[in-house]
């Protein structure tokens, strides 16, 4: 385990590298903002009784699942850095304000009236008087806030944001224990990094000598100038970077098929046009998330299925062949703006399967096989499939299907828990890698439920005018991975635990798409 | 007619229906060292906060210098009024020198603030000129400063190694000479101390006493001090006002007030202490 965390980190260090940087600018914004806000209403509220309701409010929020919170925010803020700021801003606004607040009001209030009667203007006694004496316990609120964000950050990515997160979900969704355990890692060493420092920054602000050296610091103007001048310009250097090379922004949702066909278009576009490409992938909103992203514009493009786009993505009833491609595609143009290219090829359909053992067992060939049996069975899935159009009611309704019971699980614990006997019928992707070296055997959709779903790209139109180099490059995929090709990709990623844009670029170089290096 | 410093005219303080001074007249000479004894709850200290408008009365005037200080600018009033409160009440993020220069600092704040306000009214020529004077003016303050601390250290009996140290490195002692010198040095014409001594034993509070004494008679500021403590009052005090209920029981010096004492309640007050103070004017 330590050999293989220690070649994960040698072999990625880019990776995790960009990973903490990311970790870091969003932790510490949100951190920054919380302090500046949370000072602010701490003051407010202390100085104003009647706006003690402000108090009742965070604690209320507080309250509220952080995983609930990224959600609530997705209409207003969108998916990414932007949403998981604010999240985590309000989040550190409690400890923050109730801080403030209890600093201020256990001051003796003989010393404020010593400062009152002395002739201290209101102002005056607040920030001579009452936010220095508040500032130990104010401290003590930005530290445990702060490595409260550090943590809370590593659930950002559920919502698009980078950061180590990113890792960690990345890890889960491919199966891959050595890259969760290393995101957790990382994570920790940089709460634990930040707190330790912080921890030295409270000695120095706590009452004695080197306080007063701390504070003739601050008032020290050239080098706070200096600070906010190389602050200020590293801020400009990263926005005249931006907008001085056009960046394509690529989304792929949370499973291992989506990351390597997120890494396969980002490396294309990279190697084929001039474009910067800022690849999100393994956002676990799915479908719906995404979607709300390229409605922003904050996305351009991802890769998506020509059934979910039916079902899912324009609500439209009855099902899907790949004869309808022509409307379907005139129906994302005329309703959403949006298009598809071709297709890349191959089919990820959905299929139901059970164990070999189980099959033989009740002498199962086709899903209306089951109907009789069914009963003293546990079916498995995914909580979307459950949720989902195509999903499972209207399966076990076509089929005549009632389930002894039905479990609830992420697609990487799907293989685990049918191995374990916790499941006995599952739904699975006919392109998936674990089917490969599994024992489990596809029962023939003989009612021809399920849609057709082609792998495909959906673009934003609007970002085909803005980057017209981009129609020719995409058009290269057009019919290159086949359906053995992707179970394949898959197979390496979640099996032989091969990295995906590792595995995206073997495959690109293979069909000649880019030249090797 | 004599000089009078302060001058209580018909003032009235109720809290809700409980009536903490009916009426109250006095007038309070320049340059005296005025002691106020009363039980706890007499209005005393309702008395003393009426001064530097801490309090404010419901009915009734008072004067300082002539002036009613309902119409003066509260601020400026309180800067130039010495205040020393029970249990000292130094600032504990503040060092000793801090503490000391807190009411001069913030004078000098607000000289500076309006001195750039009117800076901005000027044109860039007159306004350099002005910048100039500003930095003169700082640097000779500064200066200034540093010499007043040392000033008020040596006049409450501290050793200027002390100035870098912070209220709680302090003994008690050494908390109330520097809360004495904090009051004193914006050089305020009338000092106000609200039972100062209250919380040290009776060999510092003796010394203090003897400190804040020869204090007076040094700078002739006019200083009301509020006590619980009979012997406190008449060994301090040139004149004692004794207070009962938010009434003035007598107005006197020690010697007419134990001697001649006005009411049974005057009485009753210096009954126990007679005798020591009496061996103690003796000692004189």
Known sequence: MIGDLFNLFMSQSHFFLNLVIEHLEISLI???????????????????????????LVNIIYTIPSIALFGFLIPIAGVGDTNAIIALTIYGLLP??????TGIKTIDPGIIEAARGMGSTDRQILF??????????????????????????????FIGAGGLGVAIYRGITTNNITLVVAGSILISILALGIDFILAGVEKITAFGPS??????????KKLIAAVLIVILSAGAYVAYDNSTHKTIHIASKAYTEQYVLGHILEELIQDQTDYHVDLTSGISGGTSTIQGGLAQGEFDMYPEYTGVAWMTVLSNSGLYDESMFNQLNNQLKSELSETMLTPYGFENTYAIAVPKAVAEKYNLKTISDLRAVAGQLTFGAESDYFSRADGFENLTNTYGLKFKDTMDLDVSLKYDAVEQGKIDVVEVYTTDGRLYGSDLVILDDDLNFFPSYYGVTIIREESLKEYPDLLPVLNKLNGKITTEDMMRMNYEVDVEKKDPKDVA??????????SGR | MSDNIIEFHNVKKSYGDHVIIPNLNVNIERGDFLTIIGSSGCGKTTMLKMINRLINPDEGEILIDGKDVSELDVIKLRRSIGYS????????????RENISYVPDLIAEDDKKAFKYESTQDNKLKKIKKDKELKAKEKSRDATKEQEINKWLDIVGLDYSLLERFPHELSGGQKQRVGIARALSASPKILLMDEPF???????RGQLQQEIKKIHEKTNITIIFITHDIGEALYLGKHVIVMDEGEINQYGEPAEILNNPATPFVEKLCERTK???????NSY
């Not at chain 2, 409160?85 to 000793?96: E, R």
Request: hydrophobic letters at 50%; aromatic letters at 6%.
């Open chain 1, 96 to 101: 923050m304000v109730r801080n403030t607040y």
């Open chain 2, 275 to 281: 005798d020591i103070i009496e061996g103690k004017n």
């Open chain 1, 128 to 157: 001579k008087i009452k936010v220095p004496l508040a500032l130990p316990h104010i401290m003590s609120a930005i530290r445990n806030m702060t490595v409260m964000t550090v943590a809370l950050t590593g659930i950002a990515s």
């Open chain 1, 211 to 220: 306080r007063k050296k701390f504070f003739s610091i601050l008032k020290n």
């Open chain 1, 30 to 56: 949100s951190v920054l903002l919380a302090i500046i806000v949370g000072l602010g209403l701490g003051i407010t509220v202390s100085e104003y009784p009647r706006n003690k309701w402000i108090l009742t």
């Open chain 1, 505 to 514: 670029h073997e495959f690109l170089v293979q069909k000649g798409l880019i």
């Open chain 2, 85 to 96: 409160i029970q249990g000292t009440m130094l600032f504990p993020h503040l060092t000793v």
């Open chain 2, 198 to 204: 209250g919380a040290v034993d009776e060999i510092t």
